[in-house]
């Protein structure tokens, strides 16, 4: 399924991701999904929440670069191999990924971050 994610631009100095993520906060926006990727001077904060277009919205009014665009959600078995059966094909069709997040999407236990 389509879903719509929102990419923030951040520099890469402090509290700089405690910004973002505190304006959603305050506006009681979850998070159900992120991925972050930097490089010394900035980083890509990508987010998956309920009500993207009030996140972008938000986001936008406390001068942040923001981005949306639609992503795809793709449900899996919770066995070993269920991912490198999707990878198939997607790689039999020729469709290369640019990047990848997994995100649990039935609230069960607290989440964990690596």
Known sequence: MKVK????????????????LNILRGTGINIRALYLADTSE???LRL???????????LKENDL?????????????????GL???LKILKDSQINLEYIYAFVHEKKTKPYYS
């Open 84 to 86: 490198a059966s999707i």
């Open 42 to 44: 900035f980083g890509i």
């Open 65 to 81: 670069a923001v981005k949306m665009n639609e992503v795809i959600a793709v449900e899996l078995e919770d066995k070993p191999g």
């Open 5 to 20: 994610q929102i990419s923030i631009f951040l520099e890469n100095k402090k509290g700089r991701l405690w910004k973002a």
């Open 48 to 58: 998956i929440v309920p009500d993207p277009e009030l996140a972008r919205k938000v």
